[in-house]
């Protein structure tokens, strides 16, 4: 059972484009939302997390929005870059839960 | 430099054969996880740890075992019973449980079957 799904598998956008993937979850318990930048060869690094009590999140080039009622959570990725392009993973986990759920992961080419 | 170190970063082993991959962190973190990562599947959750002396099976734990005898260390065994252990393996730590805090992930360790 994949409690939160990941769409696209893969993007390819131009450099100066926007990248906009989508996660949608079913556990209504959870209550943090991170997302994971993962370059070829490494391990994830944690980009931008937000909890559902606001439903927008911005730093930098990168913005999570949040729909609480449809479950849904989605990244953006401003004026994409080349060195953007990498694995981008969206997770979710609860109070009163140990793990994090991920996605099934998001593969990003940047074009320049 | 304060991080997660695993070793090594690639492993080969042989059918039957148990392989144990390393994982050492001195951020001060009381919690320890090992995530797998196959291709398209995202990070499945292997076992993780709390504490000390202490440690909880995740969603794919058959065919491994874990230890966590001092704080900064988490050795994964992959067991012979692991049918399909070629993989890319993950070590992570977080001061407290994954909700409440930033989760640090290792370089990884990529294993395969030979």
């Known amino acids: 059972q994949q409690q939160v799904k990941q769409s696209p598998q893969s993007l390819i956008v131009q450099k100066g484009g926007i990248s906009i993937i989508n996660c949608a979850y079913e556990n209504t318990a959870f209550d943090y939302f991170p997302w994971y930048q993962q370059f070829p060869g490494k391990g994830p690094a944690l980009l931008i997390a937000i909890r559902p009590d606001v439903s927008e999140k911005k730093e930098g080039r990168f913005t999570i929005s949040f729909n609480k009622s449809a479950k849904q959570f989605s990244l953006h990725i401003m004026d994409s870059q080349p060195g953007d392009s990498a694995t981008y993973f969206c997770?979710?986990?609860?109070?009163?839960?140990?793990?994090?759920?991920f996605g099934g992961g998001t593969r990003v080419l940047v074009k320049p | 430099d304060g991080g997660i170190t695993q070793s090594p970063k690639y492993l080969f082993r042989k059918e039957g054969q148990n392989v144990t991959l390393s994982c050492e962190q001195n951020l001060n973190h009381d919690a320890m996880y090992w995530y797998r990562q196959d291709p398209g599947q995202g990070l499945r959750l292997i076992y993780y740890?709390?504490?000390?002396?202490?440690?909880q099976k995740g969603d794919i734990a058959e065919g491994y075992s874990v230890s966590r005898e001092k704080k900064e260390s988490f050795p994964l065994t992959v067991t012979s019973a692991q049918k399909n252990p070629t993989a890319f393996y993950l070590c992570?730590?977080?001061?407290?449980?994954?909700?409440?805090?930033?989760?640090?992930f290792g370089q990884g360790t990529r294993l395969t079957v030979v």
């Open positions: 997770a979710a986990s609860s109070a009163a839960g140990n793990k994090l759920t």
């Open positions: 992570a730590s977080s001061r407290s449980g994954f909700s409440n805090t930033e989760a640090f």
């Open positions: 740890s709390q504490i000390v002396n202490d440690f």
